[in-house]
């Protein structure tokens, strides 16, 4: 049942995935779908805090966080900072965000 659900999980947040980023930033042809894919922490939050419609430029953004690992100009940054405010991640410790670590089903199940 645990495996199943895990699936399930990974195919609906990667369904989620190239619905809220687009298919480039999973790496995928256009017209793809692979579910076993796996999600950086990075793209994990900017498809919670983009469903929630919170708009965050990424091509003109600068958005300052305490984690040392995103740096202001970075795309996702704005996603973190927004995560961060909303209470929706704390980072994997007080100064570090680790975007580029695949997110855990634990780490996605609170962000969500």
């Known amino acids: 049942m645990l495996k199943r ?18 298919e480039e930033a ?26 929630l419609g919170i708009p965050v ?9 305490q984690f040392t690992d995103v740096k202001p100009d970075a795309w996702y940054a704005g996603y973190v900072q927004y995560g961060v405010a909303l209470g929706i991640t704390d980072g994997t410790s007080a100064t570090t965000f680790s975007p580029d670590r695949n997110v855990t089903y634990d780490q996605m199940i609170a962000f969500i």
């Not at 017209?31 to 994990?44: L, M």
């Open 5 to 22: 659900t895990l699936f399930n999980l990974n195919t609906s947040t990667n369904m989620m995935a190239q619905q809220q980023m687009g």
């Open 26 to 51: 999973q790496n995928q042809a256009p017209g793809t779908f692979k579910p076993e894919n796996s999600i950086k922490r990075s793209e994990a939050i900017k498809i919670v805090v983009s469903a």
């Open 57 to 65: 430029d990424e091509e003109n953004g600068y958005y300052a966080t």
